[in-house]
């Protein structure tokens, strides 16, 4: 029997252009990972090679707002000109079935996940340097000269919020970053809050007689 085997959701958050996207998929291509990627919805205009429903579910404003009414989105944020929402559809089937979910969302949303999910596990990935951020963003080329101008005073404001995060990893190297991850993951798999009862469970102990020892 294993100690845990409800799955973590865990979120991967950092500014617009810290290279979560690369990140999150070098650690999909480990080797026997359990981890499920929740697909978000946007209204942002699909950029070229992006896939429906594997990149995001896109929609048009209308719909966005009907699925906050309906009250089918575990967080959302307008970022930059765009609704970013997260399906709550996939969120427990995913957990209760053991997996790893892994949203790659901003700060905003992330705040929201945290609020209603307090066993989440949140993790902010940085650059090692404010510059390296600024030349992907520009280098980069998916967004206009003004988009890209948006999205560096965005991140100057996000900085500041690295504290309310349980982790932080800097993405200096991708394959280093998905290491940290994969560590910090199986780490909060071990820790005492969440398999002390599955242990008591394990000794046929409630637990009661704890602090009589
Ligand atoms: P992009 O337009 O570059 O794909 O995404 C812009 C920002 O929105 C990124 O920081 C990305 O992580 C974030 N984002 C993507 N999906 C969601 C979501 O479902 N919720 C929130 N809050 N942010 C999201």
Not at 86 to 105: F, M, R
Not at 140 to 169: C, H, M, W
Request: some cysteine; hydrophobic content about 35%; overall charge negative.
């Amino acid at each position: 029997m294993k100690l845990n085997e409800r799955g973590l959701l865990v979120v991967l958050s950092g500014p617009s252009g810290v290279g979560k996207g690369t990140v999150r998929k070098a650690l999909f291509a480990s080797e026997g990972q359990n981890f499920t990627y929740s697909v978000s919805m946007t209204t942002r205009p699909k950029r070229e090679g992006e896939i429906e429903g594997k990149d995001y579910f896109f929609v048009t404003e209308e719909e966005f707002k009907k699925k906050i009414e309906a009250g089918e989105l575990l967080e959302y944020t307008y970022f930059c000109g765009n609704y970013y929402g997260t399906p709550l559809s996939q969120v427990e089937e995913a957990l209760d079935s053991g997996k790893e979910l892994i949203l790659e969302i901003e700060v905003n949303g992330c705040r929201q996940v945290k609020e209603k999910m307090v066993d989440a596990v949140t993790i902010f990935i940085v650059p090692p340097n404010k510059d390296v951020l600024y030349q992907r963003l520009m280098r980069r080329g998916t967004e206009s000269p003004e988009e890209v101008q948006k999205r560096i005073s965005k991140a100057n404001a996000e900085f500041g919020l690295a504290y309310q995060y349980d982790y932080i990893v800097v993405n200096d190297d991708v394959k280093n970053a998905a290491d940290r991850i994969r560590a910090i993951i199986r780490a909060e798999h071990a820790s005492t809050r969440r398999s002390i009862y599955k242990y008591y469970e394990l000794l046929g102990d409630t637990g009661e007689n704890k602090d009589e020892q």
